[in-house]
């Protein structure tokens, strides 16, 4: 009989342990349940070996803007290295990505990047209808037109835009999904492999999350190190959260071992939503 009594309440103990899992919301209940909206915020931190070595933040400005007479969202990522790290090898890049509102196909980006002695600032212009992107990169006082890309298919996304269009794919793991992305030198295939899914923790909090190995096709010769952002050979993972495919954490190569980004905190705009 004890034996008994034994085993039901342990039956009964795992039984509510998986009712209890059950019930646990995909991420938290603060978290914004739409894609994108005006005003958003999300803030990571740069690790390496346990040490910290930046901060990155993605935005979406809270005003919508006018641009060749569309409605428009400013997308904004910045990275800048920590005081320590700033002292031996300062990075300080800025990405800016003008994209319409109802399709997130960019109009305009531009990129300010120091890193260590290396400084550059590149424009992008997008112009659909033409099919044809132009890419400007800023030298001797002046933008300079580098690249023409003519009878370019669209849509194709820059490498700050490219993370926030994937936010509206129906990601389910074992399925490939390709966007084409301008990085300003050329034009490739971003190819994003959806590996798992799984419930997740990072110091933002507790979501379900899919893993996504991503590859780039870029035809002849390799991306550069300065073409990146999102873009880029050297990121090894990214998991994003399973509602609304925000970012949560990123792995990727460095010389040494694997550098990681990880959500710390996030805001999201009051109204609208009911989020904060």
């Known amino acids: 009989m004890k034996r008994l009594l034994v085993m039901l309440i342990l039956l009964s103990a795992v039984a509510l342990g998986q009712q209890t899992q059950q019930k646990m919301p995909p991420v938290p209940a603060n978290w914004c349940k739409a894609p994108i909206v005006p005003g958003e915020k999300l803030i990571y931190a740069v690790r390496w070996k346990g040490i910290h070595a930046g901060t990155s933040t993605l935005e979406v400005a809270p005003k919508v803007r006018k641009y060749r007479n569309k409605e428009c969202l400013l997308l904004t990522a910045r990275t800048h290295s920590s005081a320590a790290i700033s002292a031996v090898y300062e990075v300080n890049d800025i990405v800016k990505s003008l994209v319409e509102r109802a399709t997130l196909q960019p109009l305009k980006s531009s990129k300010r990047l120091k890193e260590g002695p290396h400084k550059a600032r590149q424009l992008l212009f997008f112009y659909p209808d ?21 009878n370019t298919p669209f849509p194709t996304y820059d490498v700050l835009s490219v993370v926030f269009a994937l936010r509206f794919k129906k990601l389910s793991v074992g399925r490939k999904y390709t966007i084409k992305v301008c990085t300003g030198k050329r034009i490739c295939d971003a190819e994003f492999v959806v590996v798992e899914r799984k419930r997740i923790k990072v110091e933002a909090g507790e979501f379900d999350a899919l893993r996504i190995g991503p590859r780039f096709k870029v035809g002849k010769g390799k991306l550069g190190v300065k073409e990146g952002l999102f873009v880029s050979e050297k990121i090894a993972e990214v998991w994003v959260d399973a509602v609304t495919k925000r970012p949560i954490l990123m792995r990727a190569k460095v010389p040494i071992g694997t550098a990681e980004v990880e959500l710390v905190r996030y805001e999201f705009p009051k109204e609208g939503d009911g989020n904060e």
């Not at 006082?141 to 003519?150: E, S």
């Open 130 to 150: 033409r099919k044809r992107i132009r890419y400007y990169r800023y030298k001797k006082n002046r933008y300079v037109l580098t690249r023409d890309h003519k």
